[in-house]
Each structure stands twice: as C-alpha cells, then as structure tokens.
C-alpha cells in the first residue's frame, strides 16, 4: 500500500519518499517521456507456458502491481527474449487494465514476415496500444522439435520505416490497381542500441545504425545492458556530434544483476548484455557473502539509476525484478542519494572490457566522455589495405554497375533490348556468366536484389546470420557474430569502408527491403532494369 500526496510517497514501511517524480493515471508514456522529469519503468519478461487451472497468473499480477503505483511511468513487455516461445506481449498487456498507453510492447523480427509484422502492428493499433520498441531480436535457440528457423525478412531499422509509414498513412494498392491510403496510426517508435562493444569496428557501424533508425523514425532510445557509465554518457555525446536531434529522449538500461545471471552476461550466453571479468570477479565476491550480495546489487542498479539521472537521461528502465517490493526497494536507494552523488558513481560504475574502444575521451575531471575531444583513433586511416579482390570489386562496380557512370548507361540499353526482343537466350547466358562469377567472389545466394555495394561487397545472406542489410544487430560480442561462428559482416565492411574514408557515410540514406519476388533471377538485369531495391531508393 502506498499514498501519494502532492510528490510525496509513504511507503509499506511508512517511509516518506519526498519529490519522487510520479505518473498520474492518465498520462501516457509518450507524455511522461517527454515531460523533462526523471522516471522509472518496470520490464516484464513474457513466460513460456500458461497457469494451471485455479491459479492466477503471476505475471499479470506484477504488471498490475506496477502500473498502480504512481512511481512506474510505464511498463515494458518483452518479446520472446533470448530466442525462446513465449506468450506474446500484446496478450499480456491485454490483461494488465485499462491504460494500453502506459504499456511499451517489444516488437521482433525473428518470428514474422513483413506481413505478420504489418499485421500485428495494426492489432496493437486497434487494441490502443501505442508504443512499440523495434527490435531485429535475438537468434533462436530452440523450439518444438529443434532448433526454429528465424525470419529475419526484416530488421530493426526497416521495422521502424514500416512503423512510420503507418504513422504518415500506409499507401496500398487494391485489387482494382488503384492506390489507397490508409488511416494513420499513431504509433511511438522506439530504438535500441549496443554501445558495449570493445573494438571500433564493432562500435561505430552501432553508432552509424542509431542514427539511421532515428532518420528513419524512431524517437526514443534505449540501450543495451552494460555496467559502464561512459558509454552509456557516449549515447548522448554521439547524438550531439552527429547533429541529431537533440531532444530524442534516451533512457538508461538498469538490470538487477545476481551471481547467476552476471555469469550469463560474462560469457556472452544472452546476446548484447555485458558483464566484463573485473565486474564479474566482484559479483562472485559478494555473492558469497551471507546475504548472497542482495545489498550490493540493489546497491548497483541504485547508483546507476542516480547516474542517469544526473547526466540528464529521460528515465531508468528497471529490469531483472520479479516482484514489486523489488523494483521499489531499488528505486527507494537510488532516491536516498544526495544530489551530487551520481558524480562519483559514474567514475565508480565504469566497468569496460580490455582495450575498450570510446568514440570521445575521457574528461578528467568527470570520468564522462567529453565531445570535443574525439579519440583520435578514429580520424587515423588504416595501415592496411583491402584485399586485391576489393579493390578490384570496387573497380569494377565503378565502371558498370554505378547508376549514371561508366558503362551503366549501355548495360541498361543492351539489358532492354535483349528482354523486349525475348532473346532468352542471351540473357541466360549472361545470367549464368553472373551467378558463376558471383558466387566464386562472395559466396553469391542468388537473392536476385543484391546489396553488395551496401554492404563492402560482402554478401548479407551468406556472412551475416541475420541477413542484415541495414546495419549490425546488437548481439556481437568481440567483433564475433551473436553465433561466434564468424566475424561480424559489418564490423569488416566499416574496415574496408574506412580505409577509403567512408565509413562515416556507411549506413546512409533511407531503409532497405529486399524484394523477395526477385529471388532466383538476375541481380544484374533486375539492377540494370529498376527492379530492385535501388530503383525504389533513388525515388
């Protein structure tokens, strides 16, 4: 039981808690988000399985718990975390009353198409459910007699483009070929991003694809877990340096570490969470004292919501609960800080791995990034050159395959004459010449709408586990991919990017789909004759 009274909130101990910053029943996330005051949301982690009959569901009655209580702005649902069948988030929200806007539903792509993605976008519109995070999502781990296929037909960054043409009014054809414009949504769209990554390489195309998902729409941030005050201060910092907007409202991640779970994150077993060895060999210190280092991780995600509340984040966002008490035990600590206390906690919490690349130097006197100082590693070109065959590659993408240049303009011509004569003949020889000559190159999959020149000429659908064509996804881990069974594809293009001084430019302009109509036919005549995924960024 609680009673608030004009910033006031007296506890179930009959503690006063003074200038708590509230919700009230009727404000929504986006309004709370906005409103320059520091919150707290609650994660809920959606569950496998249903209660038995008589039970009630526990989950259910957390969330209900939590969106109670004054002191938690919103509450975020889960979906399917870590790879694994889950009941979906917009069912459980369903259940927690009668302010769908209070509610953030995790929205993935590795279990729907496009379509399905579509789908349930406009069932959360028509259910009231307003704020959804786009997430790529986690690699599968299991599933019902094996190992699941993901989808991935999609990815963060054109999910929050899908989202934002809802937004403006979705554009579909109907069956008469005529174009309908379809009532607007008014959806929320939230991004995350992965600033704990140890190598250039693997930190700055993250940057780079924070800064297309908000092109593209998105306008709130969340990290990914990490214990380092500095690069979650990096987050702001690159904001400013890249000239994005500067009210985009960023909000720090706080997971309740425990032994168990520290342990998980340490060895990379939950992809994009890190624990480095230093903070690990503390968590096993204090967890083997008498009360299993309860007091020092409360103590933790405390400091760190006091942190993000000093270098002017938006919110904390409080995860690894499973009770109410819990998530209000925390933020209780992080209120009885004093005003200037985050100043030491941000130099206390900076827990990196070794050799950890920062975007910006570290000012001294705070222990944060300062944005006038960039690390001068980033402006030193790189010693060695790309392979002779990139080089080549990019000879000769120059000379025929760039839109305009070269020998474009007569590929178009040949390619249009041989397919208005119908010389099948020509073209599938020249088809043939293309699948041999690109598979030996790059491992070619004959998608038939190839991003090559998107990606440093290196295929997404055989190098990327995700077939990501829009930048990386959060779960690399020592510039390895989320599997550990290859380099990140895009922590090698930013190397062969930056040797040319691209990489800055590497995630530029609008989302990609890929068409997946195109696939087992020409990439080269779909390019020459605007039928791919280029055709429709040009426009």
């Known amino acids: 039981m609680f009673l608030r009274v004009c910033g006031i909130v007296k506890t179930a101990s009959g503690r006063l808690l003074v200038g708590v910053n509230m919700s009230t029943p009727s404000e929504t996330f986006r309004a709370a988000l906005t409103s320059g005051r520091f919150l707290y949301g609650a994660e809920l982690v959606s569950t496998r399985g249903i209660p038995a009959p008589g039970e009630s569901s526990k989950l259910i009655e957390l969330g209900t718990a939590l969106l109670a209580d004054p002191r938690i702005a919103w509450v975020s649902i889960t979906d399917n975390p870590g790879g694994n069948p889950m009941l979906p988030p917009d069912w459980i929200a369903g259940k927690l009353g009668e302010n769908p806007e209070k509610i953030v539903i995790h929205l993935t792509c590795k279990d729907l198409n496009r379509n399905g993605l579509e789908s349930a976008a406009w069932r959360y519109a028509a259910e009231g459910f307003k704020n959804i995070l786009a997430l790529t999502g986690d690699y599968p781990v299991s599933g019902f007699g094996g190992l699941a296929r993901p989808v991935f037909d999609l990815d963060s960054v054109s999910l929050i483009a899908m989202l934002k043409a809802m937004n403006d009014g979705l554009e579909v054809q109907r069956p008469n070929g005529k174009m309908e414009r379809l009532p607007p949504t008014n959806f929320y769209i939230g991004a995350a991003v992965s600033p704990f990554k140890r190598y250039e390489r693997e930190l700055m195309p993250q940057?780079?694809?924070?800064?297309?998902?908000?092109?593209?729409?998105?306008?709130?941030?969340?990290?990914?877990?990490?214990?380092?005050?500095?690069?979650?201060?990096?987050?702001?910092?690159?904001?400013?340096?890249?000239?994005?907007?500067?009210?985009?409202?960023?909000?720090?991640?706080?997971?309740?570490?425990?032994?168990?779970?520290?342990?998980?994150?340490?060895?990379?077993?939950?992809p994009g969470c890190v624990v480095s060895d230093a903070l690990y060999a503390l968590c096993e210190k204090y967890a083997a004292g008498p009360d299993k280092g309860k007091a020092f991780f409360v103590e933790l995600a405390a400091k760190q919501l006091a942190a993000f509340k000093g270098m002017g984040f938006a919110a904390g966002y409080l995860g690894g609960i499973h009770k109410a008490d819990g998530f209000f035990q925390v933020i209780e600590k992080a209120e009885s800080f004093g005003a200037n206390d985050w100043k030491e906690f941000v130099k206390e919490i900076q827990f990196p791995k070794p050799d950890e690349f920062y975007l910006f130097e570290a000012d001294p006197a705070t222990g944060l990034g300062d944005v006038t100082r960039l690390n001068p590693q980033y402006r030193a070109a790189l010693a060695q050159a790309p392979s002779v065959g990139y080089r080549l590659t990019r000879k000769v993408h120059e000379l025929a395959f760039t839109p305009g240049q070269g020998m474009f303009p007569t590929l178009q011509k040949v390619y249009e004459k041989l397919e208005k004569k119908g010389d099948n003949l020509a073209l599938r020889a020249l088809?043939?010449?293309?699948?041999?000559?690109?598979?030996?190159?790059?491992?070619?999959?004959?998608?038939?709408?190839?991003?090559?020149?998107?990606?440093?000429?290196?295929?997404?659908?055989?190098?990327?586990?995700?077939?990501?064509?829009?930048?990386?996804?959060?779960?690399?881990?020592?510039?390895?991919?989320?599997?550990?069974?290859?380099?990140?594809?895009?922590?090698?293009?930013?190397?062969?990017?930056?040797?040319?001084?691209?990489?800055?430019?590497?995630?530029?302009?609008?989302?990609?789909?890929?068409?997946?109509?195109?696939?087992?036919?020409?990439?080269?005549?779909?390019?020459?004759?605007?039928?791919?995924?280029?055709?429709?960024?040009?426009?």
């Open 207 to 270: 940057y780079f694809k924070l800064a297309r998902k908000i092109h593209c729409g998105a306008e709130w941030v969340i990290p990914q877990l990490g214990y380092d005050m500095r690069k979650f201060y990096e987050i702001k910092l690159f904001l400013q340096w890249a000239q994005l907007p500067a009210n985009i409202p960023i909000i720090g991640n706080v997971y309740l570490l425990n032994k168990t779970v520290a342990g998980l994150f340490n060895k990379n077993k939950i």
């Open 431 to 539: 088809y043939a010449i293309e699948r041999v000559s690109k598979e030996m190159s790059f491992g070619c999959k004959d998608c038939g709408d190839c991003s090559l020149p998107e990606t440093a000429y290196i295929c997404p659908r055989k190098a990327c586990s995700k077939t990501g064509r829009n930048g990386p996804c959060g779960g690399s881990a020592d510039g390895r991919c989320e599997l550990q069974n290859k380099d990140c594809l895009w922590a090698r293009a930013y190397e062969r990017l930056k040797y040319y001084g691209e990489a800055e430019h590497m995630l530029d302009g609008p989302a990609v789909f890929y068409n997946a109509s195109l696939e087992g036919t020409s990439s080269w005549a779909n390019l020459f004759r605007n039928r791919d995924h280029h055709a429709k960024k040009e426009k």
